[in-house]
C-alpha cells in the first residue's frame, strides 16, 4: 500500500505542459489502467476517446472555451493528449463510474511520470449538436454518453505545484 498512497500523495493537477508527445505506449498504459476501474454492478458504462489529432484538439479547446466563457484561452493548458471520458446515461452509477475511470487515469500517469489535469465541462460539450457530431465522426452513434471529464497529459513544464493542506474535519468515525 505504501507505494500506492505515494502516487496519491504526489499528484497534482498540472496547468502547463511541454508540447512534447506522450508515447503511444504510455498513452495506451494510462488508458489500461481507466479500463480496470470499478463500475456498478461491472457494467462498464464508460468510453474512452483518446484525442492527438490537432484538428479534434481545437475543436474540443473551442467548445470548451466557449462554454466558459473565454474564447481565448486554452482549457488544455497545451497539453499534446487529452482523453474525453463518457458515460451511458442508462447505468444508474455512470457518473461514478466515469469519475473512478479518471481517477484512474490520473494516477496512472502520476506512476510513470505523466502531469494530468482533470478538465471539466465535458457535459456541457458533448449535449451540443457539435458535441454530438463530433462523436459520430469519430465513430461514436447509438449511445446515450454524457461527458465526464477531460483527462489533459502531458509532460509537466515548470515547477510541482505544493499540496494544499488537508482540512481539519475531513474524517470522522462513528465507532
Not at 506522450?22 to 483518446?50: H, Y
Not at 467548445?63 to 466563457?69: D, E, P, R, S, V
Not at 458533448?126 to 459520430?136: H, I, V
Request: proline content about 5%; aromatic content about 8%.
Amino acid at each position: 500500500m505504501g507505494e500506492t498512497l505515494d502516487i496519491i500523495k504526489n499528484r497534482r493537477s498540472w496547468r502547463k505542459f511541454k508540447p512534447d508527445m506522450v508515447p503511444e505506449e504510455a498513452v495506451d498504459m494510462i488508458i489500461e489502467a481507466g479500463t480496470w476501474a470499478a463500475s456498478g454492478r461491472g457494467l462498464q458504462s464508460p468510453t474512452i476517446v483518446c484525442v492527438t489529432n490537432n484538428y479534434v484538439k481545437r475543436k474540443l479547446t473551442q467548445m470548451n472555451a466557449k462554454i466558459l466563457g473565454k474564447e481565448d484561452f486554452d482549457p488544455f493548458f497545451g497539453a499534446p493528449v487529452i482523453l474525453v471520458v463518457l458515460a451511458e446515461k442508462s447505468v444508474p452509477t455512470y457518473v461514478y463510474d466515469g469519475s473512478i475511470v479518471m481517477a484512474n487515469m490520473m494516477l496512472a500517469a502520476e506512476d510513470i511520470g505523466i502531469a494530468s489535469c482533470w478538465i471539466h465541462r465535458a457535459k456541457e460539450e458533448f449535449e451540443t449538436e457539435e458535441g454530438k457530431n463530433l462523436l459520430r465522426a469519430i465513430g461514436i452513434e447509438g449511445k446515450d454518453l454524457e461527458g465526464i471529464g477531460h483527462l489533459a497529459l502531458g509532460y509537466p513544464d515548470g515547477e510541482k505545484p505544493e499540496p494544499g493542506a488537508r482540512k481539519k474535519d475531513y474524517i470522522y468515525y462513528a465507532d
